[in-house]
């Protein structure tokens, strides 16, 4: 199958994810979530990269990134990806022994208005709906848990959202989300097409020469 079109510019909200080979699960303690965060504060500085929301799962992870000048996803997730690597096989002294993820990161552009909250919630209540807590915020390894609970500089990972908070926030993270918006990221993760108003993604997939990322590959997994 032929490799997918990077589309890689600035001032776009990107949807980035990424899953550990054959499923395996690659965040086992407290250590190796922590590992995780310490790339990405390093690479956020390094980059000078805006980091909206993420969720860190046992074996695959979120972002939520908004770029500042074009090419600066496929710099930023290189660092973050070979560093990540390279520092989970010290400390699990697996040196030389392969890749950890299934292939390269998955991007997908989301529109930047109510599409944009709606990707956000997708992301932060991923752990509640895999069941791993009761209430998405009480997940420690999550941007959630950054906003409502970090210390001063934990919150500095993260950057100012492109839209308002809603003040019922919490309450709307934590009720189920719409079965027609969860299928619409799904799809986007599935087919690699942008996720927003369809009028929309049909200028964004037309202006990047999307074309052939909008073919249907099956059926979307669970626990996306």
Same mark, same amino acid.
């Given at each position: 199958?032929?490799?997918?079109?990077?589309?890689?510019?600035?001032? /776009?909200?990107?949807?980035?994810?990424?899953?550990? &080979?054959?499923?395996? /699960?690659?965040?086992?303690?407290?250590?190796?979530?922590?590992?995780?965060?310490?790339?990405?504060?390093?690479?956020?500085?390094?980059?000078?990269?805006?980091?909206?929301?993420?969720?860190?799962? $046992?074996?695959?992870?979120?972002?939520?990134?908004?770029?500042?000048?074009?090419?600066? @996803? /496929?710099?930023?997730?290189?660092?973050?990806?070979?560093?990540?690597?390279?520092?989970?096989?010290?400390?699990?002294?697996?040196?030389?022994?392969?890749?950890?993820?299934?292939?390269?990161?998955?991007?997908?552009?989301?529109? &930047?208005?109510?599409?944009?909250?709606?990707?956000?919630?997708?992301?932060?209540?991923?752990?509640?709906?895999?069941?791993?807590?009761?209430?998405?915020?009480?997940?420690?390894?999550?941007?959630?848990?950054?906003?409502?609970?970090?210390?001063?500089?934990?919150?500095?990972? @993260?950057?100012?959202?492109?839209?308002?908070?809603?003040?019922?926030? @919490?309450?709307?993270?934590?009720? $189920?989300?719409?079965?027609?918006?969860?299928?619409?990221? /799904?799809?986007?993760?599935?087919?690699?097409? $942008?996720?927003?108003?369809?009028?929309?993604?049909?200028?964004?997939?037309?202006?990047?020469? @999307?074309?052939?990322?909008?073919?249907?590959?099956?059926?979307?997994?669970?626990?996306?």
């Amino acid at each position: 199958m032929p490799r997918v079109n990077r589309v890689d510019v600035a001032n /776009q909200i990107y949807h980035v994810l990424n899953r550990a &080979n054959a499923r395996m /699960q690659i965040f086992d303690s407290n250590k190796d979530y922590q590992l995780f965060e310490s790339v990405l504060e390093e690479a956020k500085e390094k980059f000078d990269m805006r980091i909206l929301a993420y969720s860190i799962m $046992p074996n695959h992870w979120h972002l939520v990134l908004y770029l500042k000048n074009d090419g600066d @996803l /496929q710099i930023f997730m290189r660092w973050v990806s070979m560093t990540h690597t390279q520092r989970w096989h010290a400390e699990k002294k697996t040196a030389g022994q392969g890749h950890i993820y299934q292939g390269r990161y998955k991007s997908f552009i989301c529109q &930047n208005d109510s599409h944009f909250l709606t990707l956000v919630r997708y992301v932060e209540r991923n752990s509640k709906k895999a069941n791993l807590v009761k209430k998405a915020e009480n997940w420690k390894w999550g941007s959630v848990w950054r906003r409502e609970n970090g210390t001063e500089k934990q919150k500095k990972l @993260l950057s100012e959202w492109i839209i308002e908070e809603p003040k019922n926030y @919490l309450k709307y993270l934590n009720e $189920p989300q719409n079965e027609n918006e969860e299928k619409a990221i /799904q799809n986007s993760i599935l087919r690699g097409s $942008p996720y927003g108003e369809d009028g929309w993604r049909n200028k964004v997939i037309k202006k990047f020469k @999307l074309e052939s990322t909008v073919k249907t590959r099956g059926r979307p997994k669970k626990g996306s």
